[in-house]
């Protein structure tokens, strides 16, 4: 069974750091592109970030541009998302997500272009 799991979220003063875990099991990460997304009460799946599986692309919304970090560890199985400077804003639930690429280099940050999820994990942001 293929299954993504993740891990990391909390709540964290304005200002703090988080790191997301996105840990695979059933196939190997390798293989496949990876997104992280995020959903506020209220709101749609936002596109947080992507990494693609062949060139190690990434992609990134331009509200988290310079305060999130994209990375993928192959032997461990896992990507993180390391979230740096967080806002009240970026309070939300994120997931991860995975599908086989297209094309060498292929990272999106398209809800719709991913067929395998997470469960999510809660990130709260407030003092």
């Known amino acids: 069974q293929l299954q993504l799991v993740e891990s990391g979220g909390g709540l964290v003063q304005p200002g703090g750091s988080l790191r997301l875990s996105c840990a695979a099991s059933g196939f190997t990460l390798d293989y496949y592109v990876i997104g992280w997304f995020r959903q506020a009460p209220g709101k749609e799946h936002e596109g947080v970030s992507c990494v693609s599986s062949s060139t190690g692309s990434t992609d990134y919304v331009d509200s988290v541009k310079g305060r999130f970090t994209i990375s993928r560890d192959n032997a461990k199985n896992t990507v993180y998302l390391q979230m740096n400077s967080l806002k009240a804003e970026d309070t939300a639930v994120y997931y991860c997500?995975?599908?086989?690429?297209?094309?060498?280099?292929?990272?999106?940050?398209?809800?719709?272009?991913?067929?395998?999820w997470g469960q999510g994990t809660q990130v709260t942001v407030s003092s």
């Open positions: 997500a995975g599908r086989r690429p297209n094309v060498p280099g292929d990272c999106v940050l398209t809800p719709g272009a991913y067929d395998l």
